[in-house]
């Protein structure tokens, strides 16, 4: 996407044969920590800002991947950077304290999860009251102070539950959360995958990507959010339409529940013409 001109925001990708050095020994090959430092410098360079910085902090996904298609079979991470004293930088700069508060809370409980082995159980409790005691089903429907909360809640049951706080050094975050990245690879649903689909299993890949364009970022105050996913076919027909499914001031798996809508004839164009 990058050599077709498309604003594919910045990044580097760890190779395959870290993945293979840590599932094998359980830690990562000598040398990978340095060139992690080296690639992150060049990545807060091109982006203006520092990983976590409190005033303008440079927020980070990691996320698995390989050179087959899995689906949902592997872990990402985002909002690697986010801390207890950068959440209100980013709340400044964006000018949006929902948005600051509830990048962290997404950030908490993803890091609980696939870094921490905390049980969903013991996040969702921690979050019940607040969605109760405002009829919410969704963030979306929380106010930003219930969401700073929700917070304070997710990190008192995370030190409850995995003996250690959410850490506050941002390379920490990004260090750990590369290794529990990489284990997803190991995980019974993954390993299932890849012997129904017939792929090998030394094939894993970690990315480490900017969650914002430098392009966009030059036009605007702050890039607002969205997740989704984009389909060439109608799901139920397998008719050739590009559809997708979307949700603004979202996330990851964010718009997971949406139905796929039709993209209208310019954007089929625009990526027949992306395609050749």
Not at 33 to 50: D, K, P, Q, Y
Not at 104 to 109: A, D, E, P, V
Not at 134 to 146: V, Y
């Amino acid at each position: 996407m990058t050599r077709l001109g498309l604003p594919v925001p910045p990044g580097f990708t760890i190779a395959t044969t870290a993945c293979r050095a840590y599932l094998e020994t359980g830690d990562l090959p000598a040398g990978v920590s340095t060139e992690i430092s080296a690639h992150l410098a060049r990545l807060e360079e091109v982006m203006c800002r520092r990983l976590g910085d409190p005033a303008d902090p440079l927020l980070i996904s990691v996320r698995a991947g390989a050179k087959f298609s899995m689906p949902g079979m592997l872990e990402t991470i985002l909002d690697i950077g986010l801390t207890d004293e950068s959440v209100h930088g980013l709340a400044k700069r964006s000018g949006d304290e929902h948005f600051a508060w509830d990048s962290y809370r997404r950030l908490l409980q993803m890091y609980a999860r696939t870094v921490l082995d905390v049980p969903d159980e013991v996040l969702r409790t921690a979050v019940s009251a607040e969605y109760a005691e405002w009829g919410a089903g969704t963030p979306e429907e929380l106010p930003a102070a219930a969401i700073e909360r929700a917070c304070a809640e997710l990190q008192r049951a995370i030190a409850g539950h995995a003996g250690r706080p959410f850490p506050q050094d941002p390379r920490e975050q990004l260090d750990l959360a590369v290794r529990a990245v990489f284990r997803s690879w190991s995980t019974p649903r993954a390993q299932l995958y890849r012997r129904q689909e017939h792929i090998p299993g030394d094939q894993a890949r970690t990315s480490c990507q900017s969650l914002e364009s430098p392009t966009r970022r030059s036009r605007s105050a702050w890039c607002r959010t969205a997740s989704g996913c984009r389909s060439p076919a109608k799901v139920l027909t397998g008719e050739a339409s590009i559809s997708r499914a979307s949700r603004a001031t979202s996330a990851g798996t964010g718009w997971s529940g949406r139905l796929p809508v039709p993209i209208g004839p310019e954007w089929n164009s625009h990526t027949r013409r992306v395609r050749s």
